[in-house]
């Protein structure tokens, strides 16, 4: 594929403007700089552009540090989407799950709808933790009943979680669950008493928030790290 056309169907701009950015800046093939719009580019080569590690497969993989006030849909009347910070070409990306307008946190963004399905699949065991700011300090017995599984008013129970102080005082913690359901963290400490002021997801299977993604920003999954996801997935 000619790299104009990676790129424009990457979501970087028309083909025109593409073609004028590489002259202007160039790009990174496998390390070394080009300005020709034109230069063949295949699966396995290693393209940087401004800064960005594009993949030339088919199927591509973002980790998002979502900010507070945005929502998880291609669409949204109301409020901005996270695709007012990942490009979307072509409409054809989505989150792999959601977090709520009010949460910040770690999502994987993706064209690859088979692997957003295994992730979301309470039957892998993907783990999630969130960390999270709470009205009051949570007990031995919050803790003891989130082992066991909560009654947030669905028919079963949720899952055995994992749940544990992130400050002296009790009132921040970590919470790791193996499930995705609406607003199941909140609702979780709701049926516990208890009220979620602040809520961010730091990790999610592999994957946590580090330096490499200030909130607001992404980075496309590297090689490995691909790699890493796809033997999970067998
Ligand atoms: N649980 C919630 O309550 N909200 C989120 O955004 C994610 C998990």
Not at 187 to 206: I, K, Q, T
């Given at each position: 594929m000619r790299l104009d056309k990676l790129l424009s169907d990457r979501g970087f701009g028309t083909r025109k403007d593409i073609k004028k950015l590489i002259q202007k800046q160039g790009a990174y093939i496998n390390g070394t700089l080009t300005k020709d719009p034109g230069t063949h580019v295949t699966k396995s080569d290693q393209v940087v552009f401004d800064g960005k590690d594009i993949l030339c497969d088919k199927f591509q993989y973002f980790l998002f540090h979502k900010p507070a006030g945005c929502v998880c849909a291609n669409e949204d009347g109301a409020h901005d989407t996270i695709f007012k910070y990942v490009p979307n070409p072509r409409s054809q990306f989505f989150s792999v799950g959601r977090l709520d307008l009010d949460t910040e946190g770690l999502l994987l963004i993706t064209n690859d709808g088979a692997l957003a399905h295994h992730l979301l699949s309470p039957r892998h065991h993907v783990n999630k933790t969130y960390f999270?700011?709470?009205?009051?300090?949570?007990?031995?017995?919050?803790?003891?009943?989130?082992?066991?599984?909560?009654?947030?008013?669905?028919?079963?129970?949720?899952?055995?979680?994992?749940?544990?102080?992130?400050?002296?005082?009790?009132?921040?913690?970590?919470?790791?669950?193996?499930?995705?359901r609406f607003h199941q963290v909140k609702r979780m400490f709701l049926a516990r008493d208890n009220e979620v002021l602040y809520l961010r997801r730091d990790s999610m299977g592999p994957f946590a928030l580090d330096d490499s993604i200030p909130i607001g920003t992404y980075r496309a999954l590297t090689a490995e790290e691909i790699q890493m996801i796809m033997k999970n997935q067998e």
């Amino acid at each position: 594929m000619r790299l104009d056309k990676l790129l424009s169907d990457r979501g970087f701009g028309t083909r025109k403007d593409i073609k004028k950015l590489i002259q202007k800046q160039g790009a990174y093939i496998n390390g070394t700089l080009t300005k020709d719009p034109g230069t063949h580019v295949t699966k396995s080569d290693q393209v940087v552009f401004d800064g960005k590690d594009i993949l030339c497969d088919k199927f591509q993989y973002f980790l998002f540090h979502k900010p507070a006030g945005c929502v998880c849909a291609n669409e949204d009347g109301a409020h901005d989407t996270i695709f007012k910070y990942v490009p979307n070409p072509r409409s054809q990306f989505f989150s792999v799950g959601r977090l709520d307008l009010d949460t910040e946190g770690l999502l994987l963004i993706t064209n690859d709808g088979a692997l957003a399905h295994h992730l979301l699949s309470p039957r892998h065991h993907v783990n999630k933790t969130y960390f999270a700011r709470l009205d009051h300090a949570i007990t031995e017995d919050d803790i003891h009943a989130f082992s066991e599984g909560i009654d947030i008013g669905d028919e079963d129970l949720t899952l055995p979680a994992q749940l544990v102080r992130a400050n002296e005082a009790g009132d921040e913690i970590y919470l790791t669950i193996q499930e995705g359901r609406f607003h199941q963290v909140k609702r979780m400490f709701l049926a516990r008493d208890n009220e979620v002021l602040y809520l961010r997801r730091d990790s999610m299977g592999p994957f946590a928030l580090d330096d490499s993604i200030p909130i607001g920003t992404y980075r496309a999954l590297t090689a490995e790290e691909i790699q890493m996801i796809m033997k999970n997935q067998e």
